[in-house]
């Protein structure tokens, strides 16, 4: 590897860990990339983060929200994480 993006490049065609803004997660399979970090990914599961303060009590609520996508175009200035799948050796 010479490059960052030479260990996106070797994740093609499979299941990556993408976190985003806004407390969003993303994992799916890498189809394409760009230098830019745009990149389409196949059977996405996302889960979006949210945090609410219960009136009565002042106590944090965390709460997650998943949803299934067949495809997703993710654009590159969202993305805060790119973990390639782990290989064992």
Do not use: W
């Not at 998943?66 to 993305?79: A, C, K, N, P, S």
């Not at 994480?81 to 782990?86: A, D, F, G, T, Y």
Request: with cysteine; aromatic share 4%.
């Amino acid at each position: 590897m010479e490059e960052p993006l030479d260990l996106i490049r070797l994740s093609i065609d499979e299941r990556v860990y993408v976190k985003c803004r806004n407390n969003r997660e993303l994992r799916g399979k890498l189809h394409a990339y760009d230098q830019h970090l745009n990149m389409v990914l196949g059977e996405v599961e996302e889960i979006v983060t949210t945090n609410e303060i219960d009136e009565e009590t002042d106590e944090e609520i965390v709460k997650k929200a998943t949803r299934h996508v067949g495809m997703l175009f993710v654009r590159g200035d969202i993305v805060v994480l790119v973990s390639p799948p782990i290989r064992m050796a």
